[in-house]
């Protein structure tokens, strides 16, 4: 018997694309990397370490990851109202399921 449901955050509950990309071009584009160069479609479903580790060695830039996604982090929450949006039908579907009293919860590896 189901008892809860857990959802996925990016592409499940929200369209984050936008905002990572808002995000990641901002970083980049603090250390003087032209954005049109670097294709962020190419990385789609993978971490973030991998993306962002593969994105400064691409790039020759001189910062860790943890710097990197620290910047990157700082401009993700600047993008959120600007970019962020609800994947079509997900907020019915959650009024739905705590309706039939399923515990609901977010598991993500953002």
């Known amino acids: ?34 954005v049109k160069k670097v294709d962020l479609s190419s990385y789609t479903g993978q ?3 991998f993306v962002l580790s593969d994105i400064i060695q691409r790039n020759n830039i001189d910062i860790t990851f943890e710097e990197f996604l620290q910047l990157k982090t700082k401009f993700f929450f ?3 109202e600007q970019y962020l949006k609800p994947i079509p039908g997900v907020i019915e579907l959650i009024k739905k399921i705590k309706a039939a009293n399923f515990k609901l919860a977010v598991g993500s590896s953002s």
């Open 1 to 34: 018997m189901i008892k809860a449901v857990i959802f996925d955050m990016d592409g499940v509950i929200s369209d984050t694309e936008d905002c990572h990309r808002f995000a990641t071009d901002k970083a980049l584009l603090t250390y003087g990397v032209d």
């Open 47 to 49: 971490s973030s370490r």
């Open 78 to 80: 600047e993008g959120l």
